[in-house]
């Protein structure tokens, strides 16, 4: 299986920032990677997909790069409705696996 | 407007059976395979099995694989996952998730809101 392995697990940062969570595949997945978003008690959200194509309806500020091992998701702008955490997750082979999560929180 | 549905969810002992459904509308759900994914109360997100549109291709994940059972209705717009041999570990929200398909699979672009599946004695 692929093991996708996240970072930070957390991370503070005020509104306006910019916040960049980087995730690795345990071997290459060529593009196959997307990105999601989950408040609390809602459901996950796709942000990102094919690593750096961005789900109709998202907001221009999040970014996706990346490719074969080596991925980050970007937030240009924080907003305040962007506290929530971020999942990558491997679409290239099952079983599908996803990572551990990333938690944006408030300075 | 796309919507998933779940339900079927509750407390079952260890050992039990259940069954969740999934109810879609708002797209041709006989043209798109479907998924559940679970997560485990305060924990991360963890895929559980695939179904592709006419059920010809099925996965699960090592930790489900002969106790859970994945199946469709394409006739009531319906997704199922049945559990036998429940185990503590499987307590969690189950999620169905819409495969977007195309040239993007293994991708989820659309959930259901979960239903919970509690497994205690």
């Known amino acids: 299986d692929i093991q996708m392995t996240q970072s930070p697990s957390s991370v503070s940062a005020s509104v306006g920032d910019r916040v960049t969570i980087t995730c690795r595949a345990s071997?290459?997945?060529?593009?196959?990677l997307a990105w999601y978003q989950q408040k609390p008690g809602k459901a996950p959200k796709l942000l990102i997909y094919a690593a750096s194509s961005l789900q109709s309806g998202v907001p221009s500020r999040f970014s996706g790069s990346g490719s074969g091992t080596d991925f980050t998701l970007t937030i240009s702008s924080l907003q305040p409705e962007d506290f929530a955490t971020y999942y990558c997750q491997q679409a290239n082979s099952f079983p599908v696996t996803f990572g551990g999560g990333t938690k944006v929180e408030i300075k | 407007e796309v919507q998933l549905v779940e339900s079927g969810g509750g407390l079952v002992q260890p050992g039990g059976s259940l069954r969740l459904s999934c109810a879609a509308s708002?797209?041709?759900?006989?043209?798109?395979?479907m998924n559940w994914v679970r997560q485990a109360p305060g924990r991360g997100l963890e895929w559980v099995s695939y179904i592709s549109s006419s059920s010809s291709s099925i996965y699960y994940a090592d930790s489900v694989k002969g106790r859970f059972t994945i199946s469709r209705d394409n006739a009531k717009n319906s997704l199922y996952l049945q559990f036998n041999s429940l185990r503590d570990e499987d307590t969690a929200v189950y999620y169905c998730a819409r495969d977007q398909g195309g040239y993007s699979p293994r991708n989820f672009d659309y959930w259901g809101q979960g239903t919970l599946v509690t497994v205690s004695s």
């Open positions: 071997q290459g997945i060529s593009s196959w």
């Open positions: 708002g797209f041709t759900f006989s043209a798109y395979s």
